[in-house]
């Protein structure tokens, strides 16, 4: 048994939270599973990543949308709200994944699985609020910028 699945774990964190204001690079295509499990479950990570990153659309718009932070704040609650099930959901399927592993490998696969769901499953249980900060940051610093490139008024004479 391989890490790979720990490695499609990391790779599901790493684009859940795609960087809003650039286009990500293409992924390499993924390697054939080595069991049903597998596939299954690298199935199951492309769309939870699809959802998380629709969740990130959402937070924009919501953003976008303007209004005082109250509302913004609420709204940006209320997607939060939507889409944690599912990340908790995604966090429970893993670790059944990573329990069913390590009760067929060696001592050193049980080790393993254990460390890995120990470092994965809060992440991927955070991905929404991790999202949600990401969002708001950046937005702050696009609204900072376009502060800083405001015209500055002409200097009286």
């Known amino acids: 048994m391989s890490l790979r699945i720990v490695l499609a774990a990391s790779a599901v964190l790493a684009f859940a939270a795609p960087a809003f204001a650039q286009d990500a690079p293409a992924a390499p295509p ?8 597998e596939a299954a479950l690298e199935a199951r990570s492309e769309v939870f990543q699809a959802r998380m990153e629709a969740m990130g659309g959402e937070m924009e718009a919501a953003i976008a949308a303007g ?21 908790d959901a995604f966090a429970g399927e893993l670790q059944a994944f990573f329990d069913a592993k390590a009760s067929t490998g060696t001592e050193e696969e049980k080790t393993q699985m254990a460390a890995a769901a120990a470092q994965v499953i809060p992440m991927i249980r955070g991905i929404p609020a991790m999202v949600r900060g990401q969002v708001e940051t950046a937005a702050g610093a696009a609204a900072g910028a376009a502060a800083g490139a405001a015209p500055s008024p002409a200097p009286a004479e």
């Open 30 to 37: 993924a390697a054939e599973a080595a069991d049903p499990a």
């Open 67 to 87: 209004g005082d932070q109250a509302r913004i704040t609420a709204s940006l609650d209320a997607i939060v709200a939507q889409y944690q099930p599912e990340a």
